[in-house]
């Protein structure tokens, strides 16, 4: 029985981290535009009970690959405070 050899050759041009990356940047940008969020980006929520948050929005989780995500299994974070969606009174983008 002979061993299985794998070819890790590829095209010097094209650095595999560089590609996952500018994947991975692409995969946010298509998810703040479905959520219709700024992901990334200074902002400004009010949360309900009168809470007001400042800072860049991120996802709370940070995730090897965005899987398909429901609206209610989403979690933010803004100035260290973590939120859902339904949480979320108003946010807008201050840069």
Not at 11 to 36: H, I, V
Request: hydrophobic share 40%; net charge negative; proline share 3%.
């Amino acid at each position: 029985m002979s061993q299985l050899d794998f070819s890790f050759s590829s095209d010097t041009s094209t650095n595999g981290f560089d590609y996952w990356r500018e994947q991975r940047r692409e995969g946010m940008k298509a998810l703040a535009r479905k959520l219709d969020l700024p992901l990334g980006h200074p902002v400004e929520v009010w949360l309900v009970d009168n809470v007001r948050l400042r800072g860049v929005l991120r996802l709370r989780e940070e995730c090897l690959f965005l899987p398909e995500f429901g609206e209610g299994n989403l979690q933010f974070v803004v100035d260290g405070v973590a939120f859902t969606v339904g949480e979320m009174e108003s946010c807008v983008r201050t840069d």
